[in-house]
């Protein structure tokens, strides 16, 4: 009687091929197109996360490749029932046997026929080009490498789910408070601006970084000189440069009570520019709601007061000479930021706000700054970048929180593509309408040298 199953690959495996076979699809568990059971061969070791590839013959004599990675991998002993038999299998009193099983979830089939592989089918783990085949990296038309495997094999992630094209986010695990997640997050950023990824998009895509810990990320623009040889290893198999980030501007809020802007930073002054706005830019890019400490605003009902105020202030920024730093309000020069609270804490607020009440000066978070600006010699009030704690402090707006559209900057060359910057640590999607979403879905990363044009979001800002 003829054996009417198809031939299986055990059959067809040339001895060369045999050398490098891990072990065999099992019988006695059932494999089906999106998953199955391999039994290890003694002394092989299959692992986690081990690719592996199946051939098999369908019935009408189509070969059919089945790559996937092993998701499970367990031990035990066949001819046991009780849990104490290990111990008299260990005495060699019960003869038993070890079973070595891997669990292997199929992650490509080429081509698509949706069949099982015939139990006995041979087993083998797959390098290079085919392990490439299994995860669908063949198929990226733009692949940024994210990292290497256990068997030093580069990971690529399509720039399609990261640029806007098919989406927009990127996820990071790791242990809390070592760094693991930033270490990475710099890493992809190194890997998508030094990597061939963005092709012609590369001169219009910028990254902006919001560093909320320490001052590690202030040297990104200096070579790391602890790089080992493994590591310079590692870069050349994902086919990266070694060196530092290109481009980079780096800006820190302003140290208090200097007359000269300052960044406040302790490890590293050379090429840090503080961050801070004129009267001018305060005015013109609406930037009072950001004065008000949050505990009174919602009671008060300051939203509407601080909205009216910002656009007496917009209108006074557009007189004058566009470069001078002060402003005029009423006949009256701001210089500093102490000037509008003066100002607001008088009569002048009633014709901004017919009706309105004064102010109270304790309302507003006072942080002076002063630098030179215009002519030689001359100093000029400016509104500082805010710091941590300043921040703790913004006002809340609730779900009056009016959007900063002023703030996202038009691409000026190139294709109108989307990139995210880093999400931060922690937190979950942005509010829609709220700045931060709108800067998730600008048309492209704002450049680091153009933050004043770019984005004002509730936890940072920066300026030209």
Known sequence: MANDRPTSTAELTSPVEELTTEGLVLGSHDAMPLEFRVGVEEGRQLELDDLLMVETVSPRGQTVRFFGIVDAVRKRYEGAQYDTDAFRASEGTLPVDVSYTAHVQVTRIDPEIFIPPHPGDRVRLVRGEEFQRALYFDQMQHRVPVGLTRTGEPVYANLEFLDGTRGAHASISGVSGVATKTSYGTFLLYALFHSKALGTDAINSKALIFNVK?????????PNVLLDEGARAQYARLGLPIGAF??????????????????????????????????????????????????EAARAQLAFVVIRVERALERASRDGDPDDPVIEVGGRRLEKF???????????????????????????????SRRPVGKVGETHGVFPGLSIGDRAGAVRWGSAQPTVHKFTAPPRHGVRRPVPAQPSIGQGTPRPGSPAERLMRTPQIVPVEELGEAALMPLAAGRR
């Not at 320490?214 to 200096?222: A, I, K, P, V």
């Not at 609406?286 to 004065?291: C, S, T």
């Not at 102490?338 to 309105?356: H, I, N, Q, T």
Request: hydrophobic share 40%.
């Open 214 to 222: 320490g001052e590690d990320l202030l040297w990104l623009d200096r």
């Open 338 to 368: 102490e000037d509008l609270v003066d100002l607001l804490d008088g009569p002048s607020l009633d014709g901004m706000v017919p009706g309105a009440v004064v102010l109270p000066r304790g309302a507003v978070k006072l942080v002076g």
């Open 246 to 295: 290109q481009s980079v501007g780096s800006y820190a809020p302003t140290k208090r009570q200097s007359q000269v802007p300052i960044p406040d930073t302790g490890g590293r002054q050379d090429g840090i520019k503080p961050y801070l706005w004129t009267m001018r830019e305060f005015a013109r890019d609406g930037l009072l709601r950001f004065a008000f400490v949050e505990a």
